[in-house]
Every structure is written in C-alpha cells, then in structure tokens.
C-alpha cells in the first residue's frame, strides 16, 4: 500500500498514485454513476466487472489506438492484486485533455432530447442535423461530440470542434488543433471497431464516452480512463431496436432513466435488480465470443 498515494476518493471511484508521479491505479466501486447527490444505488460486483471489461477492450485496440492500460508486458505493480482487488486497474499517467469526447452512432439521450425539445435544435456541436429524424435514428456515420465541465454550472456543456480547439488553447495545451484532430480520428476508429464487433453479438452500442491524455514522455495523445463498459456506453439489445420511439435501456442505463422521470424518488428494487442482470450480461458477452439472445 505505500507504494500508492490516495489521490481522489468519489462515489464511483478511488484514484491512487505512485511515488514516482508516473503511474495511477482506478479502483471502481460499486455504485452507479450519474444519479446525481440525492441518490444512490449500488451493483454487487460492479467495480470487478467494470475493471474487467475496460481491461479486454484496451488489449483489443491497442493496435488502433495506443493506451495507458499497463498489461502484464509492461511490468505492474505484483502487488496491485493482493491489495487493492480486481476492481483495480494501473495505468500510466497521463496529462488528461480538459474535455470528454461522446461518440454517437444514433439519435438518443441528450441529442435526441435538444432535438426533439421546444427549441427543435438542429445544429448540435456544431453538426447539422436534417429535419424529420425519430427517436434513434441511426446517423448516416458516428458523430463527434466533444463536452467539457463547466464549473460554474457543474455540468457537462457541448462543444464543436472549432469550440473544443479554442477551450485547450485557454487551458494551455500545446499544438490544440494537432489535437484535436488526432482525438478526433482516434475516437471514431475506436467506436467503428467496438460497434462492428458488438452488433455481431447482438448489442447496439449507440453511443459511447473515451477520455484521452497526453503521455508525458512521447508527447503523443493516448486513451485513458475506461473504455466501453456499461457504464460510459448506451447499449441497446440488437434484436429489439426500432426507431420512433426509446429504446430499453440495459444496464446502469436502467437506473439512470428511472431517476431521470422521478428525480428524488427511492429507486425500486425491481429496477435495480434488472440492470444488475442486464449489466452482468453485458460485461460477460463483451469479454467472451457470446450472442445477446
């Protein structure tokens, strides 16, 4: 353990440091994320499943898009498993981009809600959109979304690309358009091999969220944080897709629709009991060659 600094400690995770400043360890939680201050729910194991699927997927598309993720070749910490448990994942340290990056392949959540709302946008980061589109439509080709946090509001604020450019600029990150377009480029790769791959096995992945760093010793733009788990991703069962109207939610998505509708209220177990099912499913045909049936 004195190997490792506590960093941050939140309700969803533990970030931890090494001594040397060059290496951080994520240890997930249980707790779902996204529910706001007034609720909370838990899903058993959801930390180890979490830390196992971000695992697969890093040693999947290391090839097409270099990550922080530190397998066993690249010589861990031995005693990262004894102590902190397979919630844990080491990764280098990054000097992470002052931004989130959405990938959407369809019309939902906060795309669909500003489309269809009293405003009617039809210009979302910076994007046109063409009229008479329903509840998840699949767009012609994945969009990039980019968001950042603002810390006045303490939510997340959409951005175009022209805007997320100007935002690194302010936030000192050197070459901001060389940036830009490379997490640009790396961030629709990533999300056309992940949803290639899953509608293969019955899952639509309509949507997705990737962090990326900058490695301090290269200098060149790296993925970070997790990658395609329940938790920063919107899957929708293949077989039950129809657009015009929303999609049933799998997983932690569960949970954050019903507090999304009755904010305030205690989430019921019947709830909670189908997105632990759904979630466990989820991170077991993701990490295996198994078809959502």
């Not at 280098?92 to 369809?106: A, T």
């Not at 509840?135 to 946090?149: A, D, Q, R």
């Not at 790769?189 to 290269?218: C, H, R």
Request: hydrophobic fraction near 40%; charge should be positive.
């Amino acid at each position: 353990m004195s190997r490792w600094k506590l960093v941050t400690r939140g309700k969803v995770r533990e970030v931890y440091e090494n001594v040397n400043g060059t290496r951080v360890l994520l240890v997930a939680s249980n707790s779902v994320p996204g529910l706001g201050a007034k609720s909370t729910a838990e899903i058993p194991d959801r930390g180890k499943m979490l830390t196992r699927v971000s695992k697969d997927w890093f040693r999947q598309t290391n090839a097409i898009v270099p990550n922080a993720y530190l397998p066993v070749s690249l010589d861990p910490d031995p005693n990262v498993l004894p102590t902190f448990g397979e919630a844990a994942i080491e990764m280098l340290k990054l000097e992470m981009l002052p931004i989130r990056v959405v990938v959407r392949g369809y019309l939902a959540g906060s795309i669909w809600d500003a489309y269809s709302g009293p405003d009617k946008v039809r210009e979302f980061c910076g994007l046109k959109l063409p009229n008479g589109l329903k509840n998840s439509t699949k767009l012609g080709s994945p969009i990039f979304t980019p968001t950042t946090k603002s810390r006045k509001e303490s939510r997340e604020v959409e951005l175009s690309f022209e805007e997320m450019i100007e935002h690194l600029e302010k936030q000192g990150v050197t070459s901001a358009l060389d940036r830009a377009i490379v997490v640009r480029e790396h961030a629709i790769k990533l999300y056309e091999f992940a949803y290639a791959k899953m509608l293969k096995q019955g899952i639509i992945l309509a949507d997705t969220k990737f962090e990326f760093g900058i490695d301090p010793v290269s200098g060149n733009i790296m993925l970070g944080d997790e990658l395609f788990t329940p938790d920063s991703s919107r899957f929708w069962a293949a077989k039950d897709y129809e657009p015009g109207h929303d999609q049933k939610a799998l997983g932690v998505q569960i949970v954050k629709d019903w507090v999304k509708k009755h904010p305030g209220r205690k989430i019921p177990e019947d709830v909670l009991e189908e997105a632990e099912t759904t979630f466990t499913r989820i991170c077991g045909i993701i990490t295996s060659n198994h078809r959502w049936k």
